[in-house]
């Protein structure tokens, strides 16, 4: 299989259980619970965001060429914040 074949299906297959396991947590009883006490889905965001980034590390893949890294953070949020100045 190409490599950019195999990237494309392997991005779509995490997007799709990220969206299922989104959905299935938002239908769920903590899901309701929560929108009825911080009428935010919360617990939604954090499985969009913690799910991909548990995939890399169950993959064992570099975290930094997926453009996640903490590398230069003084120097990005330096650039960051003086830009409106």
């Not at 006490?37 to 930094?64: D, G, K, M, Q, W």
Request: glycine content about 4%.
């Amino acid at each position: 299989m190409q490599v950019k074949a195999r990237a494309v299906i392997e991005a779509a297959l995490v997007f799709s259980l990220t969206l299922g396991l989104a959905a299935l947590v938002g239908l769920s009883a903590v899901g309701s619970l929560e929108r009825q006490i911080t009428n935010r889905p919360f617990i939604e965001y954090a499985v969009v965001i913690l799910l991909p980034v548990l995939l890399l590390v169950v993959a064992r893949r570099s975290p930094a060429s997926y453009g996640l890294s903490l590398q230069d953070l003084i120097a990005i949020l330096q650039r960051f914040l003086l830009q409106d100045l």
